[in-house]
């Protein structure tokens, strides 16, 4: 699953390659608490085990899906 996060006053978004056995509705509810939380920092790991945070108050969106949807080139 891939999550692509916006943040304000940011040239570019922040993506992510999340695990297979992350479900978008956990990954949807970990941001959802944050951000109403005012959490400083939200920390999410990759596919490869790096971790990343963002500042919780910063985010301007958060666009969640799966590498097969998006294609390159013909089909």
């Known amino acids: 699953m891939d999550i692509r996060i916006g943040i304000v006053n940011a040239p570019r978004e922040v993506g992510i390659e999340m695990p297979d056995d992350n479900s978008a509705a956990d990954v949807k509810a970990m941001i959802d608490d944050a951000v109403a939380a ?3 920092l939200i920390w999410l ?3 490869k085990g790096r971790e990343i945070g963002f500042p919780a108050d910063k985010v301007a969106y958060v666009e969640i899906g799966s ?3 998006q294609r390159i080139g013909f089909s």
Do not use: F, W
């Open 45 to 47: 790991t990759d596919k």
């Open 67 to 69: 590498s097969e949807d």
């Open 38 to 40: 005012g959490a400083g």
